[in-house]
Protein backbone atom coordinates (compact mmCIF):
# COMPACT_ATOMS: atom_id res chain seq x y z
CA UNK A 1 0.00 0.00 0.00
CA UNK A 2 1.29 3.50 -0.85
CA UNK A 3 0.21 7.16 -1.50
CA UNK A 4 0.29 7.22 -5.43
CA UNK A 5 0.23 10.42 -6.94
CA UNK A 6 -2.31 10.13 -9.49
CA UNK A 7 -2.96 11.96 -12.40
CA UNK A 8 -6.80 11.86 -13.98
CA UNK A 9 -6.61 10.62 -17.31
CA UNK A 10 -10.21 10.84 -18.12
CA UNK A 11 -13.08 11.26 -15.87
CA UNK A 12 -17.11 10.46 -17.45
CA UNK A 13 -20.33 9.90 -17.05
CA UNK A 14 -21.12 6.40 -17.55
CA UNK A 15 -25.00 6.15 -15.84
CA UNK A 16 -27.57 7.93 -14.40
CA UNK A 17 -25.21 9.81 -11.45
CA UNK A 18 -22.27 7.35 -11.88
CA UNK A 19 -18.73 8.50 -13.10
CA UNK A 20 -15.92 6.46 -13.81
CA UNK A 21 -11.91 8.36 -13.31
CA UNK A 22 -9.03 6.69 -14.64
CA UNK A 23 -5.26 7.36 -12.72
CA UNK A 24 -2.85 7.03 -14.03
CA UNK A 25 0.08 6.65 -11.68
CA UNK A 26 4.32 6.75 -11.76
CA UNK A 27 4.22 2.96 -11.55
CA UNK A 28 1.88 0.17 -12.18
CA UNK A 29 -0.05 -0.77 -8.73
CA UNK A 30 -0.25 -4.27 -7.44
CA UNK A 31 -4.41 -4.91 -6.95
CA UNK A 32 -6.19 -7.84 -6.15
CA UNK A 33 -9.92 -7.73 -6.58
CA UNK A 34 -11.68 -6.60 -4.68
CA UNK A 35 -9.43 -4.00 -2.94
CA UNK A 36 -9.86 -0.47 -2.66
CA UNK A 37 -8.53 3.16 -2.70
CA UNK A 38 -8.73 5.93 -0.55
CA UNK A 39 -9.12 9.14 -2.80
CA UNK A 40 -8.50 12.04 -1.58
CA UNK A 41 -10.46 15.00 -3.56
CA UNK A 42 -8.32 17.81 -1.98
CA UNK A 43 -9.31 21.20 -0.58
CA UNK A 44 -11.00 21.38 3.19
CA UNK A 45 -12.10 17.62 2.34
CA UNK A 46 -9.96 16.59 4.96
CA UNK A 47 -11.35 12.71 4.68
CA UNK A 48 -10.50 10.46 2.29
CA UNK A 49 -13.17 8.44 0.03
CA UNK A 50 -13.33 4.96 -0.27
CA UNK A 51 -14.02 3.72 -3.61
CA UNK A 52 -13.65 -0.19 -4.79
CA UNK A 53 -10.50 -0.45 -7.55
CA UNK A 54 -12.81 -1.51 -10.86
CA UNK A 55 -9.98 -2.29 -13.64
CA UNK A 56 -6.51 -1.86 -13.71
CA UNK A 57 -4.69 -1.88 -17.35
CA UNK A 58 -0.90 -1.02 -16.74
CA UNK A 59 -0.02 2.23 -15.18
CA UNK A 60 -3.68 3.33 -15.18
CA UNK A 61 -6.42 2.61 -12.62
CA UNK A 62 -10.19 2.87 -12.95
CA UNK A 63 -12.87 3.49 -9.94
CA UNK A 64 -16.78 4.04 -10.59
CA UNK A 65 -18.87 6.37 -8.35
CA UNK A 66 -21.87 7.71 -7.74
CA UNK A 67 -22.63 10.85 -7.11
CA UNK A 68 -23.83 10.83 -3.39
CA UNK A 69 -22.21 13.78 -1.12
CA UNK A 70 -19.65 16.68 -1.41
CA UNK A 71 -16.56 14.38 -1.89
CA UNK A 72 -18.44 13.01 -4.96
CA UNK A 73 -19.67 15.81 -6.57
CA UNK A 74 -15.98 17.58 -5.83
CA UNK A 75 -14.42 14.43 -8.13
CA UNK A 76 -16.61 14.81 -10.69
CA UNK A 77 -15.48 17.90 -11.39
CA UNK A 78 -12.42 17.48 -11.92
CA UNK A 79 -10.94 17.19 -15.45
CA UNK A 80 -8.24 15.21 -17.34
CA UNK A 81 -4.94 16.33 -15.94
CA UNK A 82 -5.77 16.85 -12.64
CA UNK A 83 -3.53 15.33 -9.60
CA UNK A 84 -4.62 13.68 -6.55
CA UNK A 85 -3.40 11.17 -3.84
CA UNK A 86 -5.03 8.36 -3.97
CA UNK A 87 -3.46 5.10 -0.89
CA UNK A 88 -4.15 2.00 -2.48
CA UNK A 89 -4.85 -0.75 -2.57
CA UNK A 90 -6.71 -1.31 0.39
CA UNK A 91 -8.48 -3.97 2.04
CA UNK A 92 -7.82 -7.81 1.39
CA UNK A 93 -10.00 -8.68 -1.30
CA UNK A 94 -11.87 -11.13 -3.54
CA UNK A 95 -10.00 -14.85 -3.51
CA UNK A 96 -10.67 -17.35 -4.99
CA UNK A 97 -9.37 -21.47 -4.22
CA UNK A 98 -8.17 -23.19 -6.75
CA UNK A 99 -10.93 -25.87 -6.17
CA UNK A 100 -13.97 -23.65 -6.62
CA UNK A 101 -14.68 -23.49 -10.51
CA UNK A 102 -17.92 -22.52 -10.19
CA UNK A 103 -18.19 -18.69 -9.05
CA UNK A 104 -21.43 -16.57 -8.58
CA UNK A 105 -21.02 -13.18 -8.78
CA UNK A 106 -24.24 -10.99 -6.98
CA UNK A 107 -24.31 -7.40 -7.06
CA UNK A 108 -26.08 -4.23 -6.73
CA UNK A 109 -25.86 -0.62 -6.24
CA UNK A 110 -22.49 0.73 -6.65
CA UNK A 111 -21.09 -3.29 -5.41
CA UNK A 112 -20.97 -3.99 -9.10
CA UNK A 113 -17.53 -2.36 -9.34
CA UNK A 114 -15.48 -4.15 -7.20
CA UNK A 115 -17.24 -7.55 -8.77
CA UNK A 116 -15.78 -6.75 -12.29
CA UNK A 117 -12.26 -6.25 -10.67
CA UNK A 118 -13.16 -10.22 -9.81
CA UNK A 119 -14.46 -11.18 -13.90
CA UNK A 120 -11.31 -9.46 -14.90
CA UNK A 121 -9.34 -11.67 -12.36
CA UNK A 122 -10.78 -14.76 -12.75
CA UNK A 123 -12.57 -14.59 -16.29
CA UNK A 124 -9.83 -17.10 -18.06
CA UNK A 125 -9.96 -19.87 -15.26
CA UNK A 126 -13.27 -20.03 -13.58
CA UNK A 127 -16.90 -20.57 -15.01
CA UNK A 128 -18.47 -17.06 -14.18
CA UNK A 129 -22.18 -16.18 -14.01
CA UNK A 130 -23.00 -12.82 -12.72
CA UNK A 131 -26.15 -11.93 -11.16
CA UNK A 132 -26.68 -7.85 -11.48
CA UNK A 133 -29.35 -5.72 -10.00
CA UNK A 134 -29.58 -2.33 -11.17
CA UNK A 135 -32.61 0.79 -10.10
CA UNK A 136 -33.39 0.78 -13.29
CA UNK A 137 -32.27 1.06 -17.17
CA UNK A 138 -30.77 4.24 -16.35
CA UNK A 139 -28.61 3.21 -14.02
CA UNK A 140 -27.28 0.31 -16.28
CA UNK A 141 -23.36 -0.14 -16.45
CA UNK A 142 -20.89 -2.32 -16.61
CA UNK A 143 -22.25 -4.59 -19.01
CA UNK A 144 -19.34 -4.20 -21.60
CA UNK A 145 -17.78 -6.26 -19.00
CA UNK A 146 -20.22 -8.60 -17.71
CA UNK A 147 -21.03 -9.90 -20.95
CA UNK A 148 -17.33 -11.38 -21.09
CA UNK A 149 -18.60 -13.76 -18.15
CA UNK A 150 -20.36 -17.33 -18.95
CA UNK A 151 -23.54 -16.04 -17.86
CA UNK A 152 -24.52 -12.44 -17.46
CA UNK A 153 -28.29 -11.70 -15.81
CA UNK A 154 -29.09 -8.51 -15.06
CA UNK A 155 -32.64 -7.25 -13.39
CA UNK A 156 -33.74 -3.84 -12.41
CA UNK A 157 -36.03 -2.92 -9.16
CA UNK A 158 -38.91 -1.45 -11.95
CA UNK A 159 -38.27 -4.04 -14.72
CA UNK A 160 -37.38 -1.48 -17.07
CA UNK A 161 -34.27 -3.79 -18.30
CA UNK A 162 -34.22 -7.10 -17.77
CA UNK A 163 -36.54 -8.81 -15.93
CA UNK A 164 -38.04 -7.23 -12.65
CA UNK A 165 -36.19 -8.64 -9.85
CA UNK A 166 -33.61 -8.04 -7.39
CA UNK A 167 -29.83 -9.89 -8.29
CA UNK A 168 -30.37 -12.24 -4.68
CA UNK A 169 -33.84 -13.21 -6.55
CA UNK A 170 -32.00 -13.71 -9.68
CA UNK A 171 -29.44 -15.69 -8.36
CA UNK A 172 -32.13 -17.85 -6.25
CA UNK A 173 -33.99 -18.70 -9.75
CA UNK A 174 -30.84 -19.96 -11.34
CA UNK A 175 -29.86 -21.95 -8.32
CA UNK A 176 -33.71 -23.52 -8.62
CA UNK A 177 -32.70 -24.06 -11.94
CA UNK A 178 -29.61 -26.39 -10.98
CA UNK A 179 -27.04 -23.30 -11.40
CA UNK A 180 -25.01 -24.58 -8.27
CA UNK A 181 -22.10 -22.43 -8.04
CA UNK A 182 -18.93 -23.33 -5.96
CA UNK A 183 -18.58 -20.11 -4.10
CA UNK A 184 -20.58 -16.60 -4.08
CA UNK A 185 -19.07 -13.80 -4.31
CA UNK A 186 -20.90 -10.39 -3.37
CA UNK A 187 -21.14 -6.89 -2.99
CA UNK A 188 -24.12 -4.36 -2.57
CA UNK A 189 -26.81 -2.78 -0.34
CA UNK A 190 -26.83 -4.01 3.27
CA UNK A 191 -30.36 -5.32 2.82
CA UNK A 192 -29.87 -7.61 -0.16
CA UNK A 193 -26.70 -8.95 1.40
CA UNK A 194 -28.79 -9.93 4.58
CA UNK A 195 -31.11 -11.37 1.82
CA UNK A 196 -28.58 -13.17 0.47
CA UNK A 197 -26.70 -14.50 3.59
CA UNK A 198 -30.28 -16.17 4.68
CA UNK A 199 -29.88 -17.80 1.12
CA UNK A 200 -26.71 -19.45 1.18
CA UNK A 201 -27.39 -19.93 4.61
CA UNK A 202 -30.54 -22.17 3.96
CA UNK A 203 -28.60 -23.77 0.34
CA UNK A 204 -25.11 -24.54 2.97
CA UNK A 205 -23.21 -22.43 -0.01
CA UNK A 206 -19.91 -20.49 0.60
CA UNK A 207 -20.43 -16.83 0.09
CA UNK A 208 -17.82 -13.66 0.61
CA UNK A 209 -19.25 -10.62 1.18
CA UNK A 210 -17.51 -7.31 0.69
CA UNK A 211 -19.10 -4.86 3.02
CA UNK A 212 -19.26 -0.97 3.14
CA UNK A 213 -18.69 1.42 6.41
CA UNK A 214 -17.52 5.22 6.80
CA UNK A 215 -14.18 5.35 6.72
CA UNK A 216 -11.17 7.51 7.96
CA UNK A 217 -7.91 6.46 7.72
CA UNK A 218 -8.70 2.92 5.42
CA UNK A 219 -5.45 1.59 6.98
CA UNK A 220 -6.52 0.12 10.09
CA UNK A 221 -5.53 2.97 12.39
CA UNK A 222 -8.96 5.09 13.90
CA UNK A 223 -11.40 2.20 14.19
CA UNK A 224 -14.26 4.34 12.67
CA UNK A 225 -15.06 1.35 10.34
CA UNK A 226 -15.76 -1.59 12.66
CA UNK A 227 -18.49 -3.88 11.87
CA UNK A 228 -19.69 -6.75 14.44
CA UNK A 229 -18.74 -9.84 13.68
CA UNK A 230 -20.57 -13.31 14.58
CA UNK A 231 -18.20 -14.23 16.99
CA UNK A 232 -19.11 -11.11 19.52
CA UNK A 233 -16.26 -9.14 18.89
CA UNK A 234 -15.26 -6.36 16.52
CA UNK A 235 -13.62 -6.04 12.96
CA UNK A 236 -12.40 -3.58 10.87
CA UNK A 237 -13.72 -3.01 7.38
CA UNK A 238 -11.06 -1.63 6.13
CA UNK A 239 -8.15 -4.24 7.23
CA UNK A 240 -9.96 -7.03 7.82
CA UNK A 241 -12.26 -6.69 5.20
CA UNK A 242 -13.50 -5.41 3.18
CA UNK A 243 -14.47 -8.92 2.29
CA UNK A 244 -15.68 -11.34 4.86
CA UNK A 245 -17.06 -14.65 4.84
CA UNK A 246 -20.60 -13.83 5.10
CA UNK A 247 -20.97 -16.34 8.03
CA UNK A 248 -18.57 -14.45 9.77
CA UNK A 249 -20.55 -10.81 9.93
CA UNK A 250 -23.74 -9.59 11.73
CA UNK A 251 -25.66 -7.86 8.77
C1 LIG B 1 -14.60 -0.38 0.74
C2 LIG B 1 -15.57 0.59 0.07
C3 LIG B 1 -15.71 0.58 -1.30
C4 LIG B 1 -16.59 1.47 -1.91
N1 LIG B 1 -16.67 1.44 -3.28
C5 LIG B 1 -17.47 2.30 -3.90
C6 LIG B 1 -17.54 2.31 -5.33
O1 LIG B 1 -16.90 1.52 -6.03
N2 LIG B 1 -18.34 3.23 -5.93
C7 LIG B 1 -19.09 4.12 -5.18
O2 LIG B 1 -19.82 4.93 -5.77
N3 LIG B 1 -19.05 4.13 -3.83
C8 LIG B 1 -18.26 3.26 -3.18
N4 LIG B 1 -18.21 3.28 -1.80
C9 LIG B 1 -19.02 4.27 -1.08
C10 LIG B 1 -18.30 5.63 -1.10
O3 LIG B 1 -17.18 5.56 -0.23
C11 LIG B 1 -19.23 6.77 -0.62
O4 LIG B 1 -20.34 6.85 -1.48
C12 LIG B 1 -18.48 8.08 -0.65
O5 LIG B 1 -17.45 8.08 0.32
C13 LIG B 1 -19.44 9.24 -0.40
O6 LIG B 1 -18.68 10.42 -0.26
P1 LIG B 1 -19.34 11.85 -0.45
O7 LIG B 1 -18.39 12.85 0.08
O8 LIG B 1 -19.83 12.06 -1.83
O9 LIG B 1 -20.65 11.73 0.46
P2 LIG B 1 -20.95 12.30 1.91
O10 LIG B 1 -22.20 11.66 2.37
O11 LIG B 1 -20.86 13.80 1.90
O12 LIG B 1 -19.73 11.75 2.77
C14 LIG B 1 -19.47 12.15 4.07
C15 LIG B 1 -18.52 11.15 4.70
O13 LIG B 1 -19.16 9.89 4.84
C16 LIG B 1 -18.46 8.88 4.12
N5 LIG B 1 -19.44 8.02 3.47
C17 LIG B 1 -20.64 8.39 2.99
N6 LIG B 1 -21.29 7.34 2.47
C18 LIG B 1 -20.47 6.27 2.61
C19 LIG B 1 -20.56 4.91 2.27
N7 LIG B 1 -21.63 4.39 1.66
N8 LIG B 1 -19.51 4.11 2.55
C20 LIG B 1 -18.43 4.58 3.15
N9 LIG B 1 -18.28 5.87 3.52
C21 LIG B 1 -19.29 6.70 3.24
C22 LIG B 1 -17.58 9.63 3.14
O14 LIG B 1 -16.40 8.90 2.80
C23 LIG B 1 -17.24 10.90 3.89
O15 LIG B 1 -16.19 10.69 4.77
C24 LIG B 1 -17.35 2.39 -1.14
C25 LIG B 1 -17.22 2.38 0.25
C26 LIG B 1 -16.36 1.50 0.86
C27 LIG B 1 -16.21 1.52 2.34
S1 LIG C 1 -11.01 3.42 8.51
FE1 LIG C 1 -9.60 3.67 10.16
S2 LIG C 1 -9.59 1.68 11.05
FE2 LIG C 1 -10.81 1.43 9.30
Redesign the pocket.
Known amino acids: MKDYVATIVKNEKIADN?YSVTFSTEEEVPVRAGQ?GNIS?GGT?L????????KKEGKEVT?????????????REMKAGSVLNVLMP??NGFYVEKTEKKVALVGGG??V??LISVLREYGNEKEISAYIGYRNKGAVCGVEEFEKANKFVAVTDDGSYGEKMNAVQAFEKDLQAGNRPDVVLA?GPTPMLRALKALVERENLTCYV???????CGIGACLV?VCDTTNGKKAR??KD??VFNANDVSL
Do not use: D, N
Request: with cysteine; proline share 7%.
Open positions: VFVHLRRPIAICFCYQLKGEGTHKLLGVGFPCSLEERMGCVCGP
